[in-house]
């Protein structure tokens, strides 16, 4: 069974810094997607990036981006010259290469952006 | 563009009584659609998933149960509701194929007392 663990419950930065946040899981599958979810205090599920598995390239999103580490099974998300908006919890998710396309939430990291 | 939508946005219910928490996507057609529960401070754990109608899967032993009465509706229910149902649930659907991923309701906050 597939496991993903974040194991920073919580984390703060100062605006305009750069933070990253840390997931890794665990499969034996070769073919998955990885996924980083905000849920902001609204309780909104927003996706923010996401990374096939069979890419070597890192994904971006502005100034999102990820460090896709598949032999370590790592998958850290960079938020880069943080904005007070970016206060919020954050998941990381893995899903399987299969037909029910489950997703697989770490328990989260909370992540407070500092004025 | 397609839309999820998930209803009451909150819900407080006595012990013992009924649940119905309705969900409906527009936009799409044959959507794999799914119900997750989140208790307080805690991350997302999927109670049902559906990829297609009448088709429902569950994923944990519970007293809740889910119907897809129809193509984009999904509906998580409960004849006799406890006190561990608390929670905030979330509907969320995908357009399927193993790569795609999931989009989200606004969630429903439930309270038991």
């Known amino acids: 069974a597939q496991t993903v663990t974040q194991s920073q419950p919580e984390m703060s930065v100062q605006e305009a810094e750069t933070v990253t946040l840390s997931c890794t899981y665990d499969t034996s599958e070769n073919n998955y997607y990885l996924f980083w979810y905000k849920q902001p205090p609204s309780r909104q599920m927003i996706l923010v990036i996401r990374q096939e598995a069979y890419k070597q390239q890192n994904a971006t999103e502005n100034r999102f981006s990820v460090n896709f580490q598949k032999a370590a099974k790592s998958f850290s998300l960079k938020i880069s010259d943080s904005q007070l908006g970016d206060t919020a919890m954050y998941f990381c998710?893995?899903?399987?290469?299969?037909?029910?396309?489950?997703?697989?939430f770490g328990t989260g990291t909370r992540l407070q952006v500092f004025p | 563009s397609q839309t999820i939508h998930q209803w009451p946005a909150t819900l407080v219910q006595p012990v013992g009584s009924p649940l119905s928490l309705e969900c409906t996507v527009e936009?799409?057609?044959?959507?794999?659609l799914y119900w997750y529960r989140q208790a307080a401070g805690r991350g997302l754990q999927l109670l049902f998933y559906?990829?297609?109608?009448?088709?429902i899967s569950s994923e944990v032993p519970q007293n809740l149960s889910a119907s897809r009465p129809q193509d984009r509706q999904f509906i998580l229910s409960s004849k006799k509701l406890l006190l561990s149902d608390s929670g905030f649930y979330l509907c969320a659907w995908n357009s399927g194929g193993g790569t795609q991923p999931q989009h989200f309701g606004d969630g429903t906050r439930l309270s038991i007392l």
């Open positions: 936009g799409t057609s044959n959507p794999n």
């Open positions: 559906s990829v297609g109608i009448g088709q």
């Open positions: 998710a893995f899903m399987k290469h299969d037909n029910t396309d489950k997703l697989i």
